[in-house]
Each structure stands twice: as C-alpha cells, then as structure tokens.
C-alpha cells in the first residue's frame, strides 16, 4: 500500500510539474523518479568526497587538467533583471532521495516541487547543496572558461519572478511549514538528511538570494562568479558557511572587497536567520580577521544593525528539496 501510494504520488506530482514548467522536467525530477522506487529497502545517498576533493564541482575540476585558465575578465551582470532563467533550468534536491524519508515529508517536498511559484523563485540556496544539474552546469563553466550561463542564472536568481519580495515572504512560509509534524516534523527530529538540507535551504532563501547577487565594486563582476572562477577555492569556502559546514582551518580566503561584502552579509542575516548558524559564521569571521584585520568582519555591529537591516516577513501557509559547492558530508 505504501509503495502504490508513493508511486501514485509521484505520478501525480510529475504531471503537474510538467504542465507548470516543461523544460525544467522533461524527463522527470530525480526526487519525483525515486519516490517510485523507494520501497526499495536501499537508501540512495550523496557520495562523499576523496580526500584530495573537499568541494566537489569547483576544486574538484581545480584538480584535474580539465580546468581552463581563469577568465581575466568575467561577465557583468545585464542592465535589466532577466525575464526568465537561462536553459536548461536546474532543479534543486535532484542529488539523492533516501527511503528513509516519511511519506508526510515526501508528500510536502513533492509538493514543493510541483509548485509553480517554487520553482519560479530559483531556490539558490537550494541549488548550492542539493542541486546535480546546476552542478554540472558549473562543472561546465570552470572546465571551458566561459561563466556567461552562471551569470544569468545568478541574474535571475538573485532578482526571480514574480518579484523578490514575494519569493521571500513565500518562502519563509515554506521554511515554517516544513517543520510541521504533518509534514517533515518528524524527518527533521529523526536527523534525515534529506529533510534537513530542505529546511536549511528553505529558510536561508532569502539570505542566499541577496548574497549571490553582490557584486565586486571594482570589477563589477558578481562576487559568487568571481569565487568559483578563481583557480583557488579559498573564497568558494565563504559560500559553504549557509550550508552549515565549516571554514577549514588550512583554507585562506582572500581580503578581497566580496570576503568582506559576503562575511558581513552572512553575519548580518544570521542575527534573525535560525537556519544560519551564528556560531559558525562568527567562528569563520574571526579566522579571517586574524589576517585580514580586526574590523575586516564586522560581526557585531551587524549583529546589532540586524533588526533594522534585515528585512522581515509574515509568514504565510505554504502550499504544499558546492551540489556544487556541497562537501557532500551529510550533516
């Protein structure tokens, strides 16, 4: 009964997916395909990195031959907010699926898939972590050089239909409604993996969302594009902090205007953000202060300027998951 109920579910679910938007999921969303399959007894996880691998996607491709040179000069980002994603659209939390996940929190996240407005709103927080398309797509970049598909995505993604504002109030809803016993309640206190990455991206939308739309002033490039250009992966460690895993302790990220733009972004949101760990964040902060200089990250001032800077939302009941910066650790 279980297993005709999933099927049932995701048969349901990938036809409505299809009819809101065909080119994202042609051949059907990978959670949609296991949710089929998962009767099965055998979990499908995320694979864990080598030892010579710590961030798969952009140091991964770092250390091999494939990688091009650095691009000297990388897009800018267009004059005008993009009507629509570049194609092919990725899709968040097409990494893995675990039968492990109850039939509540697979029902809701399946939902949330199939939800026009969802997937309108490019997750990015979601696509960082639990995205093997938009993995691949980054894979492509670094391997040839050429960062303009990055740069749209970013484009749209940091300014997505139907408008910023409503993306961020919806999806702090859907942070809410997540951790609801009908839904992944149950799944979150159970440590699933899966559900746990879903809560983190939905609640740092927003915090993500405006992050990967800063850009460098002196280049004029976006912060994010010029982090996973760079032949070291230092900077690219700054983006795994919402993430929930650490700064390594041997990594250096530069004291360039965007480690400074993104820490403080980060330090900012996390005053108010409970998906964020402050603890982290401040903990990274300090490591780079220790070379940057003391007021390089200026943790407390936006831990107090929170409140007034941090925008708020009502949340509202939802309808009803370094990828390629993922270490790919399941935390």
Same mark, same amino acid.
């Given at each position: ?5 999933? $099927?049932?579910?995701? =048969? ?35 694979? &864990? ?6 961030? =798969?996607?952009? @140091? ?20 005008? @907010? ?83 504002? !409503? ?40 915090? =993500? ?5 800063? =850009? ?35 990594? !250096? ?7 400074? $733009? ?12 409970? +998906? ?10 300090? !490591? ?6 003391? +007021? ?30 993922? &270490?790919?650790?399941?935390?």
């Amino acid at each position: 009964m279980r297993a005709l109920s999933v $099927l049932t579910l995701a =048969v349901v679910a990938a036809a409505r997916a299809l009819a809101v938007h065909p080119n994202r999921m042609h051949h059907g969303h990978p959670l949609l395909e296991r949710q089929a399959a998962s009767a099965a007894p055998t979990d499908i996880a995320l694979a &864990t990195p080598s030892a010579s691998s710590v961030i =798969v996607g952009a @140091s991964a491709i770092i250390a091999t031959s494939s990688r091009a040179p650095a691009p000297s000069v990388l897009p800018k980002p267009p004059s005008s @907010s993009p009507p629509a994603a570049p194609n092919p659209v990725p899709t968040p939390l097409d990494t893995s699926i675990s039968s492990s996940l109850s039939g509540e929190c697979m029902s809701y996240l399946t939902n949330l898939l199939s939800n026009s407005t969802f997937l309108s709103c490019l997750p990015f927080s979601l696509l960082l972590q639990t995205s093997n398309s938009f993995r691949s797509q980054l894979n492509a970049a670094v391997g040839s050089g050429n960062f303009s598909y990055i740069n749209d995505l970013i484009a749209y993604a940091s300014s997505p239909a139907p408008d910023a504002e !409503t993306c961020d109030r919806v999806f702090a809803g859907y942070a809410e409604a997540v951790k609801e016993r009908a839904h992944c309640g149950n799944d979150l206190n159970n440590g699933i993996p899966v559900a746990r990455q879903a809560r983190r991206g939905l609640g740092n939308y927003a915090a =993500v969302r405006t992050a990967v739309g800063l =850009v460098n002033p002196d280049s004029g490039s976006y912060c994010y594009l010029e982090a996973v250009a760079t032949e070291r992966p230092d900077d690219a460690y700054l983006w795994q902090l919402p993430m929930g895993n650490i700064l390594p302790a041997a990594s !250096t990220p530069t004291c360039s205007k965007c480690s400074a $733009l993104v820490m403080n972004h980060w330090a900012t949101w996390s005053a108010n953000t409970t +998906t964020l760990n402050g603890t982290m964040i401040n903990s990274a902060a300090s !490591t780079i202060n220790a070379k940057c200089g003391a +007021t390089f990250v200026s943790v407390a001032a936006q831990a107090e300027n929170a409140s007034a800077t941090q925008p708020r939302f009502a949340v509202l009941p939802a309808l009803a998951v370094l990828a390629p910066l993922f &270490t790919w650790v399941l935390s």
